[in-house]
């Protein structure tokens, strides 16, 4: 990979993991609900989960979805029931009237985040055109790899930052029922982040 493709590659892993979408939203509420530390499974099963998929989809699985659009039907019931029942447990994780009730619904764990991007239809197609631009076919496989570890070094760094400021935001929703109306405002939200992907062509 040479350095000009390097530097876009980091460049469009920064914007992707940056910008809004499921795994930010959980991400976002994880750590305002759990602190940062708790969430760490939730961001490594988030990352792990979109790079085990970029590895597939460059060792052939992108040609077979692609001849197979399918696939992509199937995955796109199965993302938003996924997320609706997500959603869901985001929105009960603190009762109305006990927001300061230390009873509350685990934190996602990294099975269940990795699930999250497995599922999602989006993410495959994403999937799809980093390995198609990033890589090359002289020596492919390496240059797949090489290109995983960059994406990593970037989206991990990058996700935790959702995950920090949910952190930071923990005093200021400490106070009354605040938390809880933050829950089912992100639940909103990840229902909300899925409805383009839901109705996509």
Same mark, same amino acid.
């Given at each position: 990979?040479?350095p000009?493709?390097?530097?876009?590659?980091? $460049?469009?892993?920064?914007?992707?993991?940056?910008?809004?979408?499921p795994?930010?939203?959980?991400?976002?509420?994880?750590?305002?609900?759990? $602190?940062?530390?708790?969430?760490?499974?939730?961001?490594? $099963?988030?990352?792990?989960?979109?790079?085990t998929?970029?590895?597939c989809v460059?060792?052939?699985?992108?040609?077979?979805?692609?001849?197979?659009?399918?696939?992509?039907?199937?995955?796109?019931?199965?993302?938003?029931?996924?997320?609706? !029942?997500?959603?869901?447990?985001?929105?009960?994780?603190?009762?109305?009237?006990?927001?300061?009730?230390?009873?509350?619904i685990?934190?996602?764990?990294?099975?269940?985040?990795?699930l999250?991007?497995?599922?999602?239809?989006?993410a !495959?197609?994403?999937?799809?055109?980093?390995?198609?631009?990033?890589?090359?076919?002289?020596?492919?496989?390496?240059?797949?790899?090489?290109?995983?570890?960059?994406?990593?070094?970037?989206?991990?760094?990058?996700?935790?930052? !959702?995950?920090?400021s $949910?952190?930071?935001?923990?005093?200021?929703?400490?106070?009354?029922?605040?938390?809880?109306?933050?829950?089912?405002?992100?639940?909103?939200?990840?229902?909300?982040?899925?409805?383009?992907?839901?109705?996509?062509?």
């Open positions: 990979m040479n000009d493709t390097a530097v876009a590659l980091v $460049g469009f892993a920064f914007v992707m993991s940056l910008s809004p979408g795994g930010n939203f959980l991400l976002l509420a994880s750590g305002a609900n759990h $602190g940062f530390i708790r969430s760490l499974p939730l961001l490594l $099963g988030i990352s792990s989960g979109f790079l998929m970029v590895f460059g060792v052939g699985l992108g040609q077979i979805m692609q001849q197979v659009p399918e696939v992509l039907i199937v995955l796109r019931l199965l993302c938003g029931a996924y997320v609706l !029942w997500l959603a869901v447990r985001i929105a009960r994780s603190r009762a109305l009237g006990s927001a300061d009730s230390q009873a509350m685990p934190p996602v764990s990294f099975i269940q985040a990795a999250l991007q497995l599922l999602n239809p989006k !495959w197609a994403v999937a799809l055109i980093v390995t198609v631009t990033y890589t090359t076919q002289e020596d492919y496989m390496r240059s797949l790899l090489l290109m995983i570890a960059i994406f990593a070094l970037v989206n991990i760094p990058t996700i935790s930052i !959702w995950a920090l $949910g952190a930071a935001l923990r005093r200021t929703l400490a106070t009354g029922n605040r938390i809880v109306w933050f829950n089912i405002a992100m639940a909103l939200l990840l229902v909300g982040s899925m409805i383009p992907v839901l109705l996509g062509d």
